[in-house]
C-alpha cells in the first residue's frame, strides 16, 4: 500500500521513494539514485536545466529507462544521460519533418507515452509537467503536475491504481462496460487526492480517454 502525504508541496525525495515502493509492488525494475555529475553537465549545455530537474536528476533521478505499464503502451521515464539525445524527436513533425517551431526550446521532454512526450516547461516558475498527444502538427500539452515532484507523485498514483491494483488484482484488467471509464480511474482520482492534491486529475484523466 502506497504511504499517505501530508497535503501540502511534494518532495522529489518522499516522491521517488513512493514511486519506487509501488514500482517493486508492481514487479517492475527501477532504480534511481544520484545522476553522475559528467551526464548533468551534458546536459545543462544543451537543454534549460531549472533547479526543480538539477534537485530531481541530481539526487534520485532513474538510473535506467523506467517503464511504467500503462494502456497501449508503457510511459517510458528517461534517465538524465539520454535526455539531450530524446529532445530531437519531438521538435519535427513526424511526417513532413520540418521543425514544429511552437513548440518552446524551455520544453523538456523528460518522458512518453507510446511517442505522446511529457514535457517539463522550465518557463515556468516550479517546472510544470505536461502531456501532449502525438501526431497532430502541433503540441498542446494537459498540464498536469505543477512540479517534477508532482509528476513522479502521480506516476507513483498510477502505478498503484493501474497496475497493481487493476493489472495484477483480482479479475486482471477485465472491464464490464467498456462504454465507461475502467474502475482505476476512479481509484487514482482518490490516490491523487491524497497524495498530490496540485495535481490536475480531471486533465489526465482526460487525456487518458483520449
Known amino acids: 500500500m502506497l504511504h499517505s502525504m501530508p497535503n501540502h508541496e511534494v518532495a522529489i525525495g518522499p516522491a521517488i521513494a513512493v514511486l519506487s515502493e509501488a514500482l517493486h509492488r508492481a514487479d517492475v525494475d527501477a532504480g534511481f539514485g544520484r545522476c553522475p555529475a559528467a551526464d548533468l ?14 534537485s530531481f536528476y541530481g539526487t534520485c533521478g532513474p538510473l535506467g529507462t523506467v517503464n511504467v505499464p500503462a494502456p497501449l503502451g508503457s510511459i517510458a521515464l528517461t534517465p538524465a544521460r539520454d535526455l539531450v539525445s530524446y529532445q530531437p524527436g519531438y521538435r519535427r513533425h513526424s511526417n513532413q519533418g520540418h521543425r514544429l517551431n511552437e513548440r518552446p526550446d524551455e520544453w523538456v521532454v523528460i518522458a512518453d507515452h507510446s511517442g505522446d512526450p511529457f514535457i517539463a516547461d522550465t518557463a515556468v516558475p516550479g517546472t510544470r509537467v505536461g502531456i501532449a498527444v502525438h501526431g497532430t502538427g502541433s ?24 497496475v497493481v491494483e487493476y493489472l495484477n488484482g483480482p ?9 465507461r471509464p475502467p474502475a482505476y480511474h476512479d481509484r487514482l482520482a482518490a490516490l491523487l487526492r491524497d497524495r498530490a492534491p496540485a495535481v490536475d486529475a480531471v486533465a489526465f484523466l482526460k487525456y487518458l480517454r483520449q
Open 171 to 179: 479479475g486482471g484488467d477485465e472491464d464490464d462496460d467498456e462504454s
Open 139 to 162: 503540441w498542446r500539452p494537459f498540464w498536469v503536475a505543477p512540479t517534477p515532484a508532482d509528476f513522479v507523485m502521480l506516476l507513483a498514483c498510477f502505478t498503484e491504481s493501474y
Open 41 to 54: 553537465q551534458t546536459v545543462a549545455r544543451n537543454l534549460p536545466l531549472p533547479a526543480e530537474l538539477l
